[in-house]
């Protein structure tokens, strides 16, 4: 990967991170499905400055069937994948959720590269996975593991939630690999991003219709949570084009790994959520492992 690639996913690392953190605060204000539509709704219109740099012939993929069946495919899967990321984030604390998030994450990624592209795995990467997982074991706190009465914090669930997010999410980006080997990989990060928003907005009006949404939604609250959204501009651009250019899908979620220390950071900024000692190591374990295995593959 040439050091210019490297840095750029460097950045969309830093707008991943700060996206999460601004959005936390509206998750947990307004319920998750209200959060998601919004956003998914607002980077439709934030992430269409990508369509300036479709090359020419790109738009020429919407009169292919194979098109539409990864895209439609991939866009669904990281619908749901983004309802569970949100409803998680009230269940446990941000800087836990980013270490298990992002170490299963590159753990999917890898076996889905295996399988979809035939990267390959050796005894170095297996020894990068079982890191990760001892730094997730570090990451949970056991002592508020059962769940407390009046309490939102639910660590079983929490955990499971997010697992099941990135087996998703790592599923998807490997449709999203297939698909920019083929097409243009910036018409394909702003529709992937846009189709996810029409998903959730129809989920969104079938529980309106249905009674389901009582919770009333400020006009403040749409413009900020489009604000916070903003980010996601340089980490779909970055992506696509990293994916396009045949970097691994393993390796374009290691570099996440700094997202874990710094999103942590950030909650204790933002939220005064701490992580004790054990935690802050299961951190540093796990985002060990992760840069290791970005050094390996």
Do not use: C
């Not at 204000?29 to 300036?52: G, N, V």
């Not at 570099?255 to 874990?260: D, M, P």
């Amino acid at each position: 990967m040439n050091t210019s690639l490297l840095i750029l996913l460097l950045i969309s690392t830093v707008g991943y991170a700060l996206q999460g953190i601004l959005m936390a605060h509206f998750v947990r204000k307004l319920k998750p499905l209200i959060s998601a539509t919004i956003l998914s709704l607002s980077l439709i219109l934030t992430t269409s400055p990508l369509l300036f740099f479709v090359g020419d012939g790109g738009f020429s993929a919407f009169q292919e069937i194979e098109f539409w069946q990864l895209i439609l495919l991939s866009a669904g899967i990281a619908t749901i994948y983004q309802l569970l990321f949100f409803q998680a984030l009230r269940l446990i604390p941000i800087g836990v959720a980013s270490i298990f998030f992002r170490g299963f994450l590159v753990i999917f990624s890898i076996l889905f590269g295996i399988f979809f592209f035939d990267e390959k795995i050796t005894g170095s990467v297996f020894l990068g996975i079982f890191f990760i997982l001892i730094g997730v074991i570090f990451a949970i706190d056991f002592r508020n593991f059962k769940p407390k009465k009046n309490s939102t914090t639910n660590y079983p669930l929490g955990i499971l939630i997010m697992i099941i997010e990135s087996i998703l999410l790592a599923f998807g980006i490997a449709m999203l690999k297939k698909l920019s080997l083929n097409y243009d990989p910036f018409l394909i990060g702003w529709l992937w991003e846009s189709l996810i928003g029409v998903f959730t907005g129809i989920i969104f009006l079938g529980y309106f219709f249905r009674g389901k949404i009582t919770t009333k939604i400020q006009w403040q609250d749409i413009r900020n949570i489009a604000l916070s959204a903003s980010p996601t501009l340089i980490v779909t651009g970055v992506r696509m084009y990293a994916l396009q250019q045949g970097v691994g899908i393993g390796i374009v979620n290691s570099v996440g790994a700094a997202g874990i220390i710094m999103t942590s950071i950030l909650a204790f900024l933002f939220y005064g959520e701490k992580l004790n000692k054990w935690q802050w190591l299961g951190a540093f374990i796990t985002m060990g492992g992760i840069v290791w295995l970005f050094q390996v593959i």
